[in-house]
Nanobody, 120 residues
Framework: QVHLVESGGGVVQAGGSLTISCLVSGTASYIFPFGTMGWYRQAPGKERELVASITSDGTLQYADSVKGRFNMSRDYAKNSVFLQMHSLKPEDTAVYYC???????????WGQGIQVTVSS
């Protein structure tokens, strides 16, 4: 059963903008209102890193590398989260993963990942 599905990735020129989305479905949708949603990314040859996260009460956290450029939001009615990415740089190129975790990761769901490529 697929729980998290990312969409909206693609190729964009440096300096451009892109918004990626994550739809939560299935049993994960029961946890969505309570859990922390995160966007992670993994570039070739690098470890997966946290890009942004939002808690159930709306507290946002961003990696230093994306502060001021990326904006994460959450829509409870749509069971979705979004990542608006602006002023994109080639170093933002990576596979972006959506994550839902709750109760100290006793419940931990990941999307399949989506490619974002920023061309110079």
């Amino acid at each position: 059963q697929v729980h998290l599905v990312e969409s909206g990735g693609g190729v964009v020129q440096a300096g451009g903008s892109l918004t990626i989305s994550c739809l939560v479905s299935g049993t994960a949708s029961y946890i969505f209102p309570f859990g922390t949603m995160g966007w992670y990314r993994q570039a070739p040859g690098k470890e997966r890193e946290l890009v942004a996260s939002i808690t159930s009460d709306g507290t946002l956290q961003y990696a230093d590398s994306v502060k001021g450029r990326f904006n994460m939001s959450r829509d409870y009615a749509k069971n979705s989260v979004f990542l608006q990415m602006h002023s994109l740089k080639p170093e933002d190129t990576a596979v972006y993963y959506c994550n839902l975790e709750w109760d100290f990761r006793r419940h931990d769901y990941w999307g399949q990942g989506i490619q974002v490529t920023v061309s110079s």
